[in-house]
């Protein structure tokens, strides 16, 4: 029997998620097909994780050559930064990544639309003018970046334009209290930008343990990051010399950009989901259940447009278990708990597990271990850093159930404890384990003494 349909699956977007299902399903045998209308790898390649990683190693230069005048380097004329250099060399980098994407794809088999796709039906894809039958339809649109609208808000530019900017400017003002705005903050800062971050919230970085939020708090603004809490902004005007803005505490800043980095939302608009019995929440990200599906049977969707955990080893690993759920034996899972993340702020943070304020909540008694001192690098380089360590402990098992960092290497320290959280490990096991000397990672296995 002649199958009807153009394609078993056709995929809509090829970010992480997207590009991993479609090769794993052409893997098996699957005629797939991939539709992207912007840069192959999505969010994460190629205006987020990946570039934005780069500025961050580009902004902490000034405090290393600072440090090395400690350990007996000079540096015989003050450093200076071509910002075009960096940006044209962060564009190249991410356009060779572009390419390897596209022979992954290419060497898959599946076929590759370039163009914006909707969906026409529940097994209906249309791309440049044409209409593809798909047996199975794939939602892999990711997330964009959200800006309220308020008297002047088109003068701002979300992070999205910040990789690409013409010059960089002397002042900024950077709106946000999540991440990115934590990190965009910190490259501003660290290029030898005049550097504001205004919340409009009480504290920074709400989602993680409080405690740390406020070390990062601490560690900014000791970096000379000017710090605005519960501020918001009511207008913004534009004159020859950049942009006036004023703000609800009665005082006004003049800044030559505004970045506003208040949250993604799921990209799901103008994607033809009307056409379907797909159900989105107020949103605007799309509801699935444990396997991926949607309320359209035929219709399946994963990675930040359904707004679970928005990191990319997450679509990943989703796209590997609903490969195996459709075209595998169906056992593969997902636990999205215990899921290691990091924060690339200056100072970084690390986090695996419960914060504190989680795990007050769910046991009943809990064991807290903190340490904060000062890194070795900085006993002759001279600088304010600190590094702040933290261990929370379910006292009834003595399983480590939150595990949390500020300072450097964090992200690299905190994935190895994501194993040990991931394997159950007491705080007897972090105790019998002989620590690596000298190194900011041993305090995790020394610390001996309750904090509260």
């Known amino acids: 029997m002649t199958d009807s349909f153009d394609y078993d699956l056709f995929v809509i977007g090829a970010g992480s998620g997207g590009v991993r299902a479609a090769r794993m399903a052409a893997s098996k045998g699957k005629r797939v097909a991939v539709a992207e209308e912007r840069f192959l790898g999505g969010t994460c390649v190629n205006v987020g994780c990946v570039p934005k990683k780069l500025f961050v190693y580009a902004s902490q230069f000034p405090e290393l050559l600072h440090a090395s005048a400690g350990f007996g380097w000079s540096i015989s004329s003050p450093p200076k930064l071509d910002w075009r250099t960096l940006r044209d060399n962060k564009t190249a980098e991410i356009e060779r990544l572009n390419g390897i994407y596209n022979r992954l794809i290419d060497n898959s088999g599946a076929d590759l639309f370039d163009g914006r796709a909707t969906i026409a039906g529940p097994h209906l894809v249309s791309v440049n003018n044409q209409t593809y039958s798909a047996r199975t339809i794939l ?53 030898g930008v005049d550097t504001h971050l205004i919340y409009r919230g009480p504290a920074l970085l709400k989602s993680f343990d409080r405690e740390m939020g406020v070390k990062v708090t601490e560690g900014m603004t000791a970096k000379g990051v000017n710090i605005l809490l519960n501020t918001e902004i009511n207008e913004i005007t534009q004159h020859d010399n950049g942009l006036s803005v004023d703000l609800n505490t009665g005082s006004s800043l003049e800044a030559g950009l505004v970045l506003y980095a208040t949250g993604r939302r799921a990209n799901t608009q103008g994607l033809g989901l009307e056409t379907t019995n797909v159900v989105m929440h107020s949103n605007g990200a799309i509801q699935v259940d444990d396997n991926f599906a949607t309320a359209e049977p035929s219709i399946y969707a994963l990675g930040d447009v359904i707004d679970r955990v928005q990191l990319t080893p997450v679509a990943i690993q989703e796209a590997m278990v609903l490969v195996d759920h459709l075209y595998g034996n169906g056992l593969a899972k997902i636990d999205y708990s215990d899921i290691p993340t990091a924060v690339f ?15 007050r909540a769910e046991y009943t008694e809990i064991d807290v271990y903190v340490s904060d001192f000062k890194p070795m690098l900085h006993s002759l380089g001279g600088g304010s850093d600190r590094i702040t360590m933290k261990l929370v402990v379910d ?16 992200a690299e320290i905190i994935q190895g404890m994501g194993i040990a959280l991931k394997a159950g490990a007491t705080k007897a096991h972090f105790d019998a384990t002989v620590g690596i000397h000298p190194s900011a990672a041993e305090e995790f296995v020394t610390m001996r003494e309750k904090t509260r």
């Open 345 to 359: 702020c200056q100072p970084e943070l690390g986090a695996v597990g419960l914060c504190e304020e989680q795990a």
């Open 139 to 191: 939602v892999a649109t990711g997330g964009w970046p959200y800006i309220p609208e308020f008297p002047g808000s088109e003068h701002v530019v979300s992070s999205n334009e910040m990789f690409f900017l013409e010059d960089l400017p002397k002042t900024a003002i950077v709106v946000g209290g999540g991440y990115i705005a934590v990190e965009f903050a910190g490259i501003l800062n660290g290029l």
């Open 395 to 410: 006292r009834l098992s003595d399983r480590v159930v939150g595990c949390h960092m500020v300072g450097e290497h964090a």
